[in-house]
């Protein structure tokens, strides 16, 4: 079946620190990857996704077929990283799309 | 910009009440969704509809039902609502033009059934 795990519902890093943010998929074939972002009280909206290999606001994620996994990374975290976090894969042509857990990551100041 | 709108942002409803929650999207989207977030659990597609009158069970359909008459719309209906429906529920839409399209979120509606 096809599916997205984030292993960390929570994570928690100092200002300034790296911050990786773990994705594993379960798909057979070459997947197309988001990330999905929630700012507190704002709605949920796409970070970057796979094909574009952009960095948006310092974060990048590299898929890595080997390892099965679309990390998200960011070398020096701000306190404005704040936000709850989604990776997620297209199903069915890609019309629908299936979310991992979640995880919340806090920068502490 | 893409603007997803739903109606009713906070709702207390009593158990067994019918309740509608109402979306509408001014992009012209084939594709329309409706999640629910719940915390530890993530993002779960409860329907999803890809034309006028077209719908499809998502991963948790039991206890709701969706209407789409309008393209523009898209209705998630609790027949008889229960406690374990309180929850955050999310509408999305998506064009079908292209491959992993971006899907586009509304602010929420926070359901809470007493």
């Not at chain 1, 994705?23 to 700012?39: A, D, K, R």
């Not at chain 1, 975290?77 to 019309?95: I, R, T, V």
């Amino acid at each position: 079946a096809q599916r997205v795990t984030q292993p960390e519902k929570l994570l928690s890093v100092f200002k300034g620190a790296p911050v990786e943010l773990k994705c594993n998929y379960s798909y057979s074939g070459s997947p197309e990857l988001f990330w999905y972002v929630q700012y507190s009280r704002q709605r949920l909206q796409l970070l970057l996704r796979h094909i574009s290999r952009e960095s948006i606001k310092g974060f990048t994620a590299d898929l890595n077929k080997g390892e099965t996994s679309f990390h998200l990374k960011k070398p020096f975290a701000q306190e404005e990283d704040s936000a709850m976090y989604y990776c997620a894969l297209p199903l069915q042509g890609a019309q629908k799309l299936v979310f991992g857990q979640g995880t919340r990551l806090t920068i502490n100041p | 910009d893409v603007k997803v709108t739903q109606s009713s942002r906070y709702l207390v409803k009593r158990t067994g009440e019918k309740v509608f929650l109402e979306c509408v999207q001014d992009m012209d989207h084939e594709n329309m969704f409706w999640y629910r977030q719940d915390p530890g659990l993530g993002l779960r597609l409860i329907y999803f509809s890809y034309d006028v009158k077209m719908k499809e069970k998502g991963d948790i359909p039991e206890g709701y039902s969706v209407s789409r008459e309008k393209k523009e719309r898209f209705s998630l209906i609790l027949e008889s609502a229960s406690t374990n429906q309180t929850s955050m529920y999310l509408c999305a839409s998506s064009s079908t033009q292209g491959f992993g399209n971006t899907i586009y979120f509304g602010e929420g509606s926070w359901l809470t059934v007493v």
